[in-house]
Structure formats: structure tokens, C-alpha cells
């Protein structure tokens, strides 16, 4: 058995590991509540911006479907949005699983956000053809590069973390295009054209920049949705580690005490042993 000197130099530094977890916990759900909110507001943006492109449109699905104008490649690219550290638990190695999936490298790219993805496929031996790194912060992204180097793509496919609650997230994919010309469906009837509306500059260039920021948002939309789940996944990982360092707190408390028992224990039974040989000494002279 360990001495209890040993024993309790590791209980001080578990309990130090179990007092920064808890530390880490209460930051993660301060970020889970920021993002969360700056989620609502970009979705609220986002369907005040469509509203308005609706108007200017008679038939918006035609029109955002329509690759031909940014110049297609031809080839399909995957967008990775991971982690910027290794601290989102499992999901950035589920996502790249998922991807796999649908993965063909020669009909297919990749471009990875997040320096956690990045790594994880060259651990696999994934190629990618660009790395962005994610902001320091959410209080701006900018994902006008990102939009730069997909939007030549034939089919772009996002794939992101999805924060449902606090206890789960899923890994998800979209089609950043068909995702944003979906919402056509709910478009209003009363439309602008050019046949009853002046437009400075022409309808057409209205209508690319007001598709440029519909694909931008839409990107960054799934950005602080990835990072709201990274951040309760980050949550849950330092609950897990709070709790099982509890657990072994506990254990090491209770091996603590049995070895000061056993040490105890040992000391007398040297002192009786010494009492009785000196009683023996004594009844031989």
C-alpha cells in the first residue's frame, strides 16, 4: 500500500484538476448562451433579407439555382466547419466520418474551417485544398474568402455540428445552394420587376450582391451554430471530467485513510513487538 504522503500530494492535484473543470464548465455555458443568441439574430436577419430578395424576383428558384453565372467548375467541394481547438469532444471526428461517406476525391474537394479538422484529416490522409482559421471570437465572422473560394463549385456541401440542447448535438450536412432556394417556397406573391420598378444599379446586380450575403449568412449561420455546439459539447466533456474527478477525489480520500489506517496499524504493532521483546529480555536475566 502507498504511503499517505503519496497519497495525498495526487489528492491535491485531482482536486486542483477538479476545481479548473468547473471553471471550464461555467465558461462553456456562458458561450453556449452568447452564441445561442447570436444564432436567433442572424436567423432573424437572414429572413428579412430573403424577404426582400423574394420581392425582386418572379421566379427565385430559377434564379439562385442557376450556376452558370458564377462561372461552375464543374466539381463539387465539401466544407468542413471543426473546431479551432480539441476541446469539442467527439464531434469534429464523427463529422469527418460522416463525410467520408460521400467523399470522392475525384469528382470532389475539401475546404476545412478550423485548425482541429484540419488536423484530424491529415492525421487520415485526407487531402484538402484550403484552411481557413476560425475568428478568435464570434463577434464578427468573415466569411466572404470562404464564399470566394466555394462558390465556383457545382454542388457545395456544408457540414457542421448542430446544437439541439445542451445534452446533444448531432452532426448534420446541408446543400448550401438548394438549402438557400428551399426557402423560395415560402416566397411572397408581390414581386418587383423591371417592367414596374426603376433599379440603380440593374436588377440583376441587385440581385447577385443580395445572393452573395444570402450565402454568406447562410455560411455563418451554420459557423455559430457549429460553434454552439462545440461549446456544450465542451460543457458536457468538463461535467463528465468534474464528475469523474469527484469519483476519484473520493477514491483516493478513502485509500488516504486506509493507508494512515494501515501506517497506524503498523506502528503499533512495532511498538508491541518491541514491548514484548523487551519483556523477554527482562525475564531472561
Known amino acids: 500500500m502507498r504511503r499517505p504522503g503519496i497519497i495525498e500530494k495526487e489528492m491535491g492535484s485531482i482536486g486542483t484538476l477538479k476545481d479548473l473543470t468547473g471553471v471550464f464548465e461555467s465558461l462553456a455555458s456562458t458561450q453556449v448562451a452568447k452564441v445561442k443568441d447570436k444564432v436567433l439574430l442572424s436567423q432573424a436577419f437572414f429572413d428579412l433579407l430573403w424577404q426582400r430578395y423574394t420581392a425582386l424576383r418572379v421566379d427565385p428558384k430559377k434564379r439562385i439555382t442557376n450556376r452558370e453565372g458564377v462561372g461552375s467548375n464543374g466539381r463539387n467541394v465539401h466544407v468542413l466547419i471543426s473546431a479551432e ?6 464531434l469534429d471526428m464523427r463529422m469527418i466520418e460522416t463525410m467520408q461517406a460521400d467523399y470522392d476525391p475525384s469528382t470532389t474537394d475539401i475546404v476545412v474551417l478550423g485548425s ?8 487520415r490522409g485526407i487531402p484538402y485544398i484550403k484552411f481557413f482559421q476560425l475568428p478568435e471570437t464570434d463577434k464578427y465572422i468573415n466569411v466572404n474568402p470562404v464564399v470566394d473560394v466555394i462558390r465556383p463549385y457545382e454542388k457545395i456541401t456544408v457540414y457542421y455540428e448542430e446544437y439541439l440542447s445542451l445534452g446533444q ?3 448534420r450536412s446541408i446543400n448550401l445552394v ?18 414596374d420598378t426603376i433599379f440603380e444599379p440593374s436588377l ?3 440581385a447577385d450582391e443580395m445572393e452573395a450575403s444570402m450565402m454568406s449568412l447562410a455560411l455563418s449561420q451554420t ?14 466533456a468538463m461535467t463528465v471530467a468534474e464528475d469523474r474527478a469527484g469519483d476519484l477525489l473520493a477514491e483516493y480520500k478513502l485509500e488516504y485513510h ?28
Do not use: C, P
Open 204 to 206: 440583376d446586380e441587385i
Open 116 to 123: 482541429h479538422g484540419a488536423s484530424q484529416l491529415s492525421q
Open 223 to 236: 459557423i455559430l451554430q457549429s460553434g454552439l455546439a462545440q461549446a456544450a459539447s465542451r460543457f458536457n
Open 258 to 285: 486506509r493507508s494512515k489506517r494501515s501506517e497506524s496499524d503498523r506502528r503499533l504493532r512495532e511498538v508491541l513487538v518491541g514491548i514484548k521483546k523487551k519483556r523477554r529480555e527482562r525475564a531472561a536475566s
Open 85 to 90: 481547438a480539441g476541446l469539442s469532444g467527439d
Open 178 to 195: 438548394t438549402t438557400i432556394q428551399s426557402m423560395s417556397e415560402d416566397a411572397e406573391e408581390d414581386v418587383m420587376t423591371a417592367d
Open 169 to 171: 448535438q448531432e452532426v
